[in-house]
Nanobody, 112 residues
Framework: QVQLVESGGGLVQAGGSLRLSCAASGSIFSINTMGWYRQAPGKRREVVATITNRGNTDYINSVKGRFTISRDNAKTTVYLQMNSLKPEDTAVYYC??????WGQGTQVTVSS
């Protein structure tokens, strides 16, 4: 089994930056794709960015050019660098592995 633990959330002013981290443990050899999702109050959870073992990345349109997903060489930690944050980025951000395993989530709040 794989366990995921997120960190790095917090409160930031619009235009600021945050970096989220997700540490994977357990059967990490089974992980192919990791990703970041978010869920704002009253809204459905949505994918923000994904990265495969080969380093292929994908982003939703609303974060392209502002967010960067990356993975360390050991492929045990995935990061989400978030720049030029907007109030509409406010949400609980979740780490995901293989579209099936979830972390506990970390709150990101962007004030205007």
């Amino acid at each position: 089994q794989v366990q995921l633990v997120e960190s790095g959330g917090g409160l930031v002013q619009a235009g600021g930056s945050l970096r989220l981290s997700c540490a994977a443990s357990g059967s990490i050899f089974s992980i192919n794709t990791m990703g970041w999702y978010r869920q704002a109050p009253g809204k459905r959870r949505e994918v923000v960015a994904t990265i495969t073992n080969r380093g292929n990345t994908d982003y939703i349109n609303s974060v392209k050019g502002r967010f960067t997903i990356s993975r360390d060489n050991a492929k045990t930690t995935v990061y989400l660098q978030m720049n030029s944050l907007k109030p509409e980025d406010t949400a609980v951000y979740y780490c995901n592995a293989n579209f099936a395993i979830w972390g506990q989530g970390t709150q990101v709040t962007v004030s205007s």
